[in-house]
């Protein structure tokens, strides 16, 4: 007998073997799986593609998190157990609908089998009844999150080789749509399973209080100690009030650490200081932020492909890196220009409803304008 067999009570080991073995089959990696799932056709996922998935508010997550109990704790696994499958099976389901070339792509076949792996694992997991069941559960969780990191570098290598190769089958902008959705969808289960993972002490809170004047010291800091300097760095002048909200830490921090670097880059100057200001404001719903820079702004065309997935070779050091988790705490990553800060930060401000844009002048410098909602009580976007 296994030892998680041997850490589950006598009631739960007289469940299914099947079932339980289903929960401990290691996860294969992307680029050596075996077991190929039918591609077009499945009566299971049809079941769970049947439902829609119930989203949630970033205050209920707070206020779970405030309350915990034992009582909590495992309504917690048994939303998180039978929401995940759901939401893998409405994406399986979207890859199916790729034009078959695109989906043959071993990068984004990759993705699909990772996918598939999770749902089948998850979706045989038994109703969760105890904390000792809880742990293991949390274990599963934890190994996919990490199986999951390849995540991103395999779509944005099997987009750019879609793009370079098949054009003609489906356009650029139905790809950034999939993209976006995908991302969309990827956001959303880790911060469920993240959270149930803090309900259970694994780790520590992603919904923390975040103040405008904290957020914008750290993100230059890591911008100063990321950034190759190569002429005069501009002079960064910071306006307005610092606001206090709750918000998932991570999210922001990425979104106002992108954006200033891509400032700091364009404002570096062998000829003059330049500058880039910030201000900073709220309101009753909002807090927001705008970067001004004058970093000599976009073309036209530059700035119509701003938010997209194309154009292969913004893309190509994607090919130096393994596995992306989109987060600050990736300092090696931070020094590589993987093309994707942008469009990911669109996603994460559209994830509880806020809003990231982008005003430009060619010339001069670009504007951009961060809304993130303060109050918690929107949903998450899952429409994507």
Known sequence: MSLLLSLYSPKLLKRSYSTLAAQITPLQNASNSVTRQPFYMNKILDQYISQSPTSLTLRQLIFYERHINTERLLKSANYVRTELPIRIAHRIREFQKLPYILGTNPHIEGVYDLYWQAFERIRKIPPIETRQE???????????????????????????????????????????????????????????????????????????????????????????????????APKIILNGNDTEFQYVSDHVEYIIYQLLSNAFRHSTSMKEQKEIRITTCSNETDVLFRISDQGGGMSKEEFNN????????????????QQLEAKLNEH????????IGLPMSKVYAGYFGGSLELITMEGYGTDAYVRIPRLGTTNENLEN
């Open 134 to 232: 809880n742990e293991i559960f949390c274990d599963i969780l934890q190994e996919s999150l990490d199986a999951h990191l390849v995540i991103i570098p395999l779509l944005a290598k099997g987009i750019t080789e879609c793009e370079q190769q098949h054009f003609q089958i489906m356009s650029m902008d139905k790809l950034d749509q999939f993209m976006n959705a995908t991302l969309m969808s990827r956001i959303s289960r880790r911060v469920l399973t993240e959270h149930h993972l803090v309900l259970s002490n694994r780790r520590k809170s992603i919904f923390n209080v975040c103040s405008t004047h904290n957020v914008l010291t750290k993100c230059i800091h890591l911008v100063n100690a990321t950034e190759i300097k190569k002429g005069i």
């Open 332 to 339: 090696d990553v931070l020094r590589i220009r993987l093309g």
């Open 306 to 321: 701003i938010w997209s997935y194309g154009n292969y070779k913004r893309f190509g050091n994607m090919e130096k890196i």
